[in-house]
DNA sequence: ACGCGGCCCTGCCGGC
DNA sequence: TGCCGGCAGGGCCGCG
């Protein structure tokens, strides 16, 4: 489950080819991650051109070659980026494989919910220039959350922190974080929360995408033990905040997890933060 | 326009 | 011990 944090690892994966010519690639064209995508086209045009620059946004990642050539990948679910030696023998699931002298920067993606788009423009392509304003950005302000949550006030807090044109890259588990941390209940609707909640919502957005990036997105370490993240999967798991036993049910079409005392359905009088 | 349910995939895990 | 059914989920589509 490649989240923002986990996009920004494994991008990060592919830079040890920066500035290098790619030389051949592999990829298997039949495979449902290049739908929709010329994949006559990317081999064209991507070959003998020197790879040029990296980005992530949310969920998605945007990697330039030459000048005008934009190689876009989503992770889907199960999707990876790595780094091998240009001798390395392509797997069954490794279904993209740009290949520089000394290495061969592969896409990996077992359960094929990724996706691989390409264009050729002298601008990025519409589908990442139009992408909504990054959680960390001074653009998400307070106000902007508060029309989001009117905008959709029937949906649950968690169908809508799912919603990657609002919030992108925020996945399942990152969703229950938020949630869990601002100590509200993933099936409060949107267009019910206070002011007090839309700013502590708010900040905990924000902080956990912070956090998230600076630790999984630099080396993949743990978040810190305090967080839900560290517990939500154990069966039989308790809130690390009250030690009680914490719920599971689907929510917004996702397995949800949280804990239905520090996150009562009808908010607690004078909640104070943490 | 919005909210939701179903579908695509296959690795993995629990139960028998 | 080995097999197999069902679960997991990001995004997209179609329905009401």
């Known amino acids: 489950m490649p989240e923002l944090a986990e996009v920004e690892y494994f991008r990060k994966k592919w830079n040890v080819g920066l500035d290098h010519k790619i030389v051949s690639i592999h990829l298997q064209s039949e495979k449902r991650v290049f739908r929709q995508t010329s994949t006559t086209l990317l081999a064209r045009k991507i070959r003998g051109r020197s790879f040029h620059s990296s980005h992530a ?38 279904h993209l494989i740009l290949r520089t002298a000394s290495h061969s920067l592969i896409f990996r993606d077992p359960r094929l919910f990724g996706r691989v788009r390409f264009a050729v423009s002298p601008r990025p392509p519409s589908w990442w220039s139009n992408l909504p304003p990054p959680i960390h950005s001074p653009k998400f302000t307070v106000p902007y959350l508060r029309k989001i949550c009117a905008r959709r006030a029937r949906s649950p807090l968690k169908a809508l922190l799912l919603m990657q044109q609002f919030f992108p ?30 700013a502590q919502l708010h900040q905990r957005l924000r902080q956990i995408c912070r956090t998230s990036l600076r630790l999984i997105g630099h080396d993949y370490s743990d978040p810190p033990k305090t967080w839900l993240y560290r517990h939500r999967w154990r069966s039989g798991g308790y809130c690390p905040r009250c030690q009680r036993r914490l719920s599971r049910a689907p929510i917004g079409g996702r397995t949800t997890c949280w804990c239905p005392t520090c996150q009562p359905s009808t908010p607690l009088p004078l909640a104070s933060p943490d």
């Open 57 to 94: 946004h949310g969920k998605q990642m945007l990697f330039r070659f030459g000048s005008d050539a934009w190689l876009g990948i989503h992770l889907g679910m199960t999707g990876r980026l790595l780094a091998a030696s240009s001798l390395h023998r392509p797997s069954s699931s490794d």
């Open 169 to 198: 890259g925020i996945g399942n588990w990152m969703a229950d974080e938020i949630l869990w941390q601002a100590k509200l209940c993933p099936r409060t609707l949107s267009g019910a929360l206070s002011s007090s909640s839309i």
